[in-house]
């Protein structure tokens, strides 16, 4: 006998690829020790390339070579190092550039580390990104703040800083206008809970929808657009054989889950419902037509031979289960009695099923079991 197959849950996948991605980092970190312990902190000031064992001796050499060079009028960052200057005027100038060349460069770091999570970074999470990223801390004093957190609430064209009601502080990216096709890229893909936007999905799975709808408001430039390759999944499914009649709206979400292995996240393109979803982004993508009193989703551009209508009939088991219960109460029953014993004594009464609308209408279409009188 062949072995079973045993498949993974989703939060069980989830769980792996947080911990892989959580053992590279702190890898990377440990090795990043090991060089330092046995190289020490170098002096990056070209020509120096001195070492140091403890951080703060190298950051006292560096305000050394700073105050050596501010004194001659002398650059030392970059192209420029080297470069003499006559005039302090010009010198405080020059300097100026190369300190907004930097806050630039930490502006476009902070918004491409918060850009690429979808919903955001708590701000415990966004100061491990950044540091995985970039290989520093976050710059916060360079810009003249005492935290990381004064100089992301200092920043509001760049971030934009959501109070969780669990007393967590989530940090959105705010693209410019070289980011907003990067935005809307990332706000048409499926939610990523890797590394540690982990912890991140963790805490956004207990907030309401409200606040993931202002979120998502937030975040996105998004343009109701389904991906090219949602729309071919979605062409795919409704080509199966087991589907030929359509595919029942109210179970498609259910079929998309267990077909594709992930949730069908409609809310991430813009929709705010599954029928908004297949209604305006999957036209001409799927056919929607009514059937009875739900929607199908079939192949779009497939014609249909002409459906010949068919007469409303009422199985002889629910004829049957319906006279006993009428039996049991000669001087009649309301229609939610009725409904509920009938599920009590015989099972889920599907009135989709018999075509029906509700219970009045079934006792309509069987008029040799049951009456149908109104109530004064």
């Not at 020490?40 to 950051?59: D, M, N, P, S, W």
């Not at 912890?199 to 430039?221: C, N, P, Q, W, Y």
């Not at 031979?305 to 006993?324: F, L, R």
């Amino acid at each position: 006998m062949g072995t079973q197959a045993v498949y993974k849950s989703y939060q069980q996948l989830e769980d792996e690829d947080s911990e892989r991605y959580l053992k590279k980092q702190a890898d990377i970190i440990e090795r990043r020790k090991a060089r330092i312990e046995a190289e020490g902190h170098k002096c990056t000031v070209a020509g120096c390339g001195q070492a140091f064992k403890e951080i703060f001796l190298l950051r006292s050499h560096i305000n050394d070579h700073n105050e050596e060079c501010r004194k001659s009028m002398k650059c030392n960052q970059g192209k420029c190092a080297g470069l003499k200057f006559t005039n302090r005027r010009e010198y405080n100038e020059h300097v100026d550039m190369h300190k907004e060349e930097a806050r630039l460069k930490i502006i476009n770091s902070i918004r491409s580390v918060l850009l690429y999570n979808k919903h955001g970074l708590l701000m415990e999470a966004f100061e491990r990104e950044f540091r995985g990223m970039t290989g520093k801390q976050v710059p916060y004093k360079l810009l003249g703040f005492n935290s990381s957190y004064d100089l992301v609430t200092n920043m509001p064209d760049v971030v934009q800083v959501t109070h969780l009601a669990g007393g967590q502080t989530l940090l959105l990216a705010v693209p410019d206008k070289a980011t907003e096709h990067i935005a809307k890229m990332v706000g048409n893909q499926r939610t990523n809970r890797e590394g540690f936007n982990y912890r991140t999905g963790e805490v956004l799975a207990s907030v309401s929808r409200d606040v993931i709808r202002k979120i998502e408001k937030t975040v996105e430039g998004k343009t109701r657009e389904v991906p090219e390759f949602m729309k071919k999944q979605v062409g795919q499914l409704v080509q199966l054989d087991t589907f030929e009649e359509g595919l029942d709206l109210q179970e498609f979400k259910e079929v998309y889950d267990q077909e594709f292995g992930y949730p069908l996240e409609y809310q991430c393109y813009g929709f705010y419902s599954l029928e908004d979803f297949v209604f305006h982004g999957l036209d001409g993508v799927v056919e929607i037509e009514l059937d009875g009193f739900s929607w199908k989703i079939g192949q779009s551009g497939v014609k249909k031979a002409a459906k010949t209508p068919k007469v409303q009939e009422v199985t002889s088991e629910v004829k049957d289960n319906v006279k006993k219960l009428l039996d049991e109460n000669p001087f009649g029953v309301s229609t939610p009695t009725f409904i509920k014993s009938y599920e009590e004594c015989f099972g889920k009464l599907n009135l989709r099923q018999l075509r029906c609308k509700d219970a009045v209408e079934l006792c309509f279409l069987i008029p040799d079991v049951c009456d149908v009188n109104k109530a004064y």
